[in-house]
Each structure stands twice: as C-alpha cells, then as structure tokens.
C-alpha cells in the first residue's frame, strides 16, 4: 500500500467518526436543544425511565377554559377528587395511561426554525394551536422512593395525528392522536364508571326511600330487617337484596352537569325519589361497590357510610328518562347524570313489595314440636324426638310417615301472604285455628292465629287472615291453607301398607271385573348354601294353564305389591262393589292377605281393614295388563313360507320367496307393498290383551281370514270377526284377543292387484 492509499484511507476514517459524533449527538439532545439536521422519526416520545404506568398515582386534565379534573389512584383504584368526587373506570383509566407511555413521534420541530425542506419553516406554537393547548395532561408518579411530574401539551389535530409538546423541551412531536381522540368528546367523564355499585344486602344496616312526602325506612338488626316506626312488620332480606341488586345494575346513559350548584334545572332540588343505603365500611376510604357476602354479623362500632341515589325530572317532556345524582357521603352530589326509565323505575317500590311474606321466617328444620288448635274438630299434637316424628294428641295405634309430617310442618312455616293488612285487625275474636311451632334455638314458640274475613271484607281469594305472634301487622293468605289447617292425623300415618318382598309370595290369585282369572305360583326357592335354607334366591312364577306369561307385566305388579304403600290413607272402608280388583296372597310361611281395589278410582282396601287407601292408577293399570303369552304367531317373517288370506267365497294365497318377493298361487298380480305391510305385520303379532269369554248380545260376522304356513310346515289360523262396531281376533277358534286399530288395518289391506284398474283388488 503506497503513501497517497493510506492518508485517503485515513481521511475516510476521520470523516466516518464525525458522521457518527453528529448522529449520535443529535439522538440524544437534551430537552430544549434546538433541530439543526431536519426531522426525525419514529421514537418514543418517553423512554422507560422516564415515564411507567404502573408508579403514576395521580393525574391532572386541564381543558383550554382552565377548567381542571383531577384523578387519583386510591388503594389501586381511580376515583375523580376534584372538582367533584366520582369513581372512574380503572380500565379506562390504564388505557388513557398506556396511551400516553406509548406514544411515538412521527416528526419533530423547533417551533417557527427551518426545517429540512428549504425555504419550508417548522410550524409555530400558534399554529400547532400550542400557544394555548386544547388540553394539559400532568402526571405525577413516584419511582425508588422519588417524586417525578410529566406534563404534556395536546395541540391540533390533523389527517389522524397530533402535535404534542413536553414541558421543559421546545420541540413540538407529531405523534398518533390516540391520546387527543380520547379525551375529547365527554372528556374526563368518558372515564366514570357507567354503573352504580350500591353495596349488597349483608353489608347493608339500613336503607331510607322517599317518595314525595313518603318516606320508607328500613332496618337491620341481628341479621333481619324490619320496618322503622311509624310502620311496623318484617321486612323480606330477598326484597331488599334485589332492590339493592337492582340499583347495582343501572346503567348511567350520560353524564350531564359537573359544576352546578344550583339543581332545580334538572329537578334535583326537591328530588321525586332518593334512596340512601347506610352500609358497614371497615376501610372508610373504599368506594361504594358491592361486596362480597361476608358472614351475618352485627357489626359494633365498625364505621359506616351512605351511598344516596337522587331521581329529579324527566330529561325531556313526556319521556320517561330521568336526571339522578350519586353521593357518597356528602360528596358527589353534584355530578348529574341520565337514567333510562326502567332503571328509574326500581324506586317505585311500595310497603308491601317490601314486606316478608312469610308468616313465620322458623326453619322448618329446626321445629321440634307443632300444635294445630282447631274451632272444629281435635287438637293435633306431634312431637320429634330421637326415634322421629310421635304424635301426641289424639293417640292412634299406627307410627307416622316421616316424609309426610316434615312436608306438614314446611307448609305451615312456609304459608305466604298475598295481600296485608295494618288496620282493624281482630281483636277479643275467636280464631278458627291456632298453630304453635316451637323450634330449636327460639326461647319463645311461634303462635300464628287463623281468622275468617268476612265476606264483605273478602275477595273471592284469598279469605284468610292469620296475624303472627303480637305483630300489628294482618296476612292475607290463599283459601288453600284451609286445608293444611285441616289435616288429620290419618293423613300424616305411615305410608307403609304391607311389608313383603317378592321372594316371601309363595301365590297370587288376580280376579279382574271383566272375568280373567291369573292364577299365579312362584316355585320354591333353592338355597345358596349348604344347610342354609333361609338364604334364597330369585326364583320363577309359572301362571296356571298356560306354558309361559309376559315376565314384564308380571314384573311391573310385583314392583307396585313388594312392598305395598299408600299414596294416601282415606276414612272408611273400600265398598264392595262387584266389579273390583281383587288379589288374593299367600305367603311362604302361611300367612294369606286379601287387597280389594277399586279400579276407577285406586281406592283399596287390605284383609277389610276399617282404613281404605289410595294406590296409584299406574299400577292399577298394571294389574290389569294381560299376563298369558301375547304373542299369537310365534315366527320370524323369513319362517313364514305362505299367508292364505281369504273373505267369504273369495281368496288368495300369497308367497314369499327369500329374497322377499310376493307372488300368487294362482299367478295374480300381487301389489307388493301391501303383501310385505302384512307380513310383517303378522311374524310376531300380539294382542293387547284376551277375553275372558267371546263379546255376547251381538252377532260375531266373520271379515277375514288368514292361515299361516311356515317353512317347517305349521299352520297357524287367525280370523278377525266383527262384533257390532267392534272387531276381535280369533286364534285357531278358540280364543278370543284384542287388537289395536292399526293392527287390524294392517291385516285388512288388500294385497291383490286389478290388472284392468291397476288398483288393490283383494
């Protein structure tokens, strides 16, 4: 390398390092230095460490007209302090933030100095509309234990982007207008929350609503809540979760004053309703959400706030949307917003929503004794105990069904109100029923008296008046709570009526009213071990006189009588009608019992005890089900070799070929769709049920019939015959069997075909 190749190449070294200084220098500027080399793109407009999210504690917006809002980040949730007081919505709040921590310049400028297109200066401050920004943005933040601020100046909007400066550096940054589109509009209240978070039931102590000169208090002691004097009576805990629920899920439609204080515009100076929710508030700087269901408590000396919501007049005349304020404490009141009218419409609650239906708020689980006084007939008295639920007053010789005396006792507990009553309740009268429920963990019983309205008084229903313990308050409730108070004791005996199991029937004779006779035997049973005579196993009924019977519907009887319970227990005996159920057993150890049913009504009777009972009519369906084999043509359709089907004079013989193709014996078109209907209408056909004996009064008129051949050579006969406008089946002529409708149609269709018409001709 020659002398003049080194001192070039050295130049280029030289003049590359300066290129470098300049660039570099230029990058990292500090804040004021003014442009020398033109524009430059795309860099953050605040580096990491000056600026993050996630230390900003409290924020400012100042608009163009001075006005000022000032945002804090209070226990990492964000609330508007100032001028008026609001919760914001945090994810609209981290958004705005991210916004601005993530803004990138396009272009930046000295203010009025040339820029890199000659001739062309860099647009001033005014012109930027810098002078005086449309919006101030400071951000205050703390990071390692030091304070910042960063301030930010929004200029003009222009094609989508923004000029933007920084305290404290002269340049003007064009970045995206995100951050600008954002806060214009509604401005800070594009922030607020939409909803109102009233807090939830159990944290609730006490609530006020006004309406007008109506006012409705309610309070909360122990857990339960009642109305605060001038009215009296309980207050349902399900009324006021919902009422409060409700005022949790209204939606705020739009934001419309902060800075009056003058209200009667929008009718909040004499609200038409206000609603005021005083609530248990541990940490006395938290918003007013709603909480999560802590335990029932009575809280002491916990500190406690008061969320009011105020409805004033309607947004417009005529409409139904209504301006509202939201307070906490007495802050916040003068942010007036818009309701929907439906949501307007959750204080138009009165008393009477509010009150507990219930006439006593008792667990019916916890009562341990109940007393039913009547003006007619016995007291009833019953008692639980460690062997369960006795009764008392009168003594019966029968133990009572467990199931039936809880479902007595949650009624009584559980009967409701449909209407009240706080005026001229009875006095010095005689009540047609008292009912006193002593319950576990009560020091006093519960005592409900029952009382005829009189019939002026009255309403078609309901027409019952109970009044509980000394309340001053009246329920109206349903006619239907006669009955309950009603109930006998043989209504609430042991539904258990006889307490076999299948294996203990050794026989069973079923006589049904129209004259079938099942008689029934089960073998005996075989034992599992040796020597071992009482361990049994399932064993196999056989019916007399026939060579098998329908397992099934033997199956379903057995189900209903092992064991045998009643649906209810009735006063008196079944009568003794000719036209009854009867079954009679046999047990294997001697014993025989005899059950008579009334089969239009379930009502039966066993071994002509003085107490009838109810069964289900399913199962008296069941006992009369057919029980002899139903199946009256034992083949498959591919065993079936011919059907010879005859009417009168006339008659075809029909065969099936294997693959399923009908002709005539006597080379008749054979119409093929009806042929196979009858085929397989008949492999396997069953009756519904036998007669007993053939229909008499009537005479039987032959319609058709069918003789079966099978492939091993068998014949089988069936005749449908009409009997008036009934028809029957015949099998072999000797037995007498029901068919469905459209069984019979099937084996009515005819099967040849008219050559001339191409119709079905027999």
């Known amino acids: 390398m020659n002398y003049k190749t080194t001192l070039f190449l050295l130049v280029l070294l030289v003049m590359a390092g300066a290129v470098l200084w300049v660039v570099r220098e230029n990058t990292n500027a500090p804040p004021g230095a003014a442009e020398s080399a033109g524009v430059e793109e795309g860099k953050p407009l605040f580096m990491a460490d000056e600026l993050s999210v996630e230390t900003i504690q409290g924020v400012e917006i100042q608009s163009a007209d001075g006005a000022k809002a000032t945002l804090a980040r209070q226990a990492e949730v964000w609330r508007q302090v100032e001028p008026v007081r609001f919760d914001l919505d945090n994810w609209s709040v981290t958004d705005l933030l991210d916004s601005v921590g993530s803004l990138r310049w396009d272009e930046r400028f000295v203010p009025g100095q040339s820029g890199a297109t000659p001739g062309a200066a860099a647009p001033t401050l005014e012109q930027a509309g810098l002078s005086t920004p449309q919006m101030r943005l400071t951000l205050h933040g703390e990071r390692d234990g030091k304070a910042y601020t960063r301030t930010l100046s929004l200029g003009k909007r222009l094609g989508g982007r923004a000029y933007v400066q920084r305290d404290g550096d002269e340049r003007v940054y064009l970045v995206d207008d995100v951050l600008a589109h954002k806060l214009t509009g509604e401005g800070v209240a594009s922030l607020r929350k939409r909803s109102l978070e009233a807090p939830g039931e159990s944290q609730a102590q006490r609530v006020v609503l006004r309406r007008g000169q109506e006012t409705i208090e309610l309070v909360k002691s122990h857990g339960q809540w009642s109305f605060a004097p001038p009215l009296s009576g309980r207050v349902s805990r399900d009324a006021v979760r919902q009422l409060l629920t409700g005022i949790s899920n209204i939606y705020i439609k739009s934001f419309t004053s902060d800075t009056r204080t003058d209200l009667s515009p929008f009718g909040l100076d004499e609200p038409s309703a206000e609603l005021a929710v005083t609530f248990a508030a541990p940490d006395s700087d938290a918003g007013a959400t709603a909480e999560t269901e802590p335990a029932q408590s009575q809280p002491s000396a916990m500190p406690t706030r008061t969320v009011t919501l105020r409805l004033g007049g309607a947004t417009e005349l005529g409409g139904e949307d209504r301006y509202a304020t939201w307070a906490s404490d007495d802050q916040g009141g003068r942010v007036v917003f818009t309701l929907a009218g439906h949501d307007a419409s959750k204080l138009d609650i009165g008393v009477d929503a509010l009150r507990d239906p219930r006439l006593s708020p008792v667990d019916p689980t916890s009562v341990w004794q109940v007393q039913v006084q009547r003006e007619e007939g016995p007291t009833l008295k019953l008692e639980q105990g460690n062997g369960g639920w006795t009764l008392l007053e009168p ?18 507990a559980q009967i409701k109100a ?129 060579p098998s019977l329908e397992d099934d519907a033997l199956r379903k ?161 069936l005749t449908i015959v009409a009997v008036g406008e009934s028809r029957y089946l015949t099998i072999d002529d000797n037995r007498w069997g029901v068919l469905d409708e459209a069984a019979l149609q099937d084996l009515m269709a005819k099967v040849t075909i008219d050559e001339a018409s191409k119709t079905p001709d027999k």
Request: overall charge negative; aromatic content about 4%.
């Open 395 to 412: 003594k019966v010789d029968y133990t009572l069904d467990a199931a039936s005396v809880s479902d007595f006792v949650g009624a009584l």
């Open 418 to 546: 449909e209407h009240y009553r706080t005026q001229d309740l009875p006095v010095n009268t005689p009540s047609i029923a008292t009912v006193t429920l002593s319950a576990a963990g009560q020091s006093q019983a519960e005592i409900l008296r029952f009382y005829r309205l009189k019939a002026a008084d009255a309403d078609k229903t309901p027409s019952l008046l109970a009044v509980r313990n000394d309340e001053a308050v009246g329920y109206i409730v349903p006619e239907s709570a006669t009955d309950l108070l009603k109930t006998t004791p043989l209504s609430l005996r042991d539904r258990m009526v006889l307490n076999l199991s299948a294996g203990e029937l050794a026989s069973m004779r079923i006589e049904l009213p129209d004259g079938r006779v099942y008689q029934l035997t089960q073998a005996e049973p075989a034992a599992t071990g040796p020597g071992d005579e009482s361990t049994t196993r399932p064993v196999a009924w056989s019916l007399t006189g026939e």
């Open 557 to 717: 009887i057995l189900v209903g009588l092992t064991p045998l319970h009643a649906r209810a227990w009735e006063d008196g005996g079944a009568a003794g009608k000719a036209d009854m159920i009867r079954v009679r057993m046999t047990t294997r150890d001697g014993g025989s019992h005899a059950l008579s049913i009334d089969p239009a009504t379930g009502r039966a009777t066993l071994d002509d005890a003085k107490s009838a009972f109810d069964v289900s009519m399913d199962w008296v369906n069941a006992l009369q089900a057919e029980l002899r084999p139903r199946t009256v043509v034992p083949v498959r359709i591919e065993q079936m070799a011919s059907v010879a089907v005859r009417e009168g004079d006339k008659g075809v013989e029909v065969h099936r070929d294997k693959d399923g193709h009908y002709s005539a014996a006597d080379g008749r078109a054979i119409d093929q769709s009806a042929a196979g209907t009858l085929f397989d209408r008949l492999a396997g056909l069953r009756v519904e049920r036998y007669l007993a004996v053939p229909p008499a009064g009537k005479k039987a008129a032959t319609q058709r019939r069918l003789s079966i051949a099978t492939q091993e050579g068998a014949t089988i006969n």
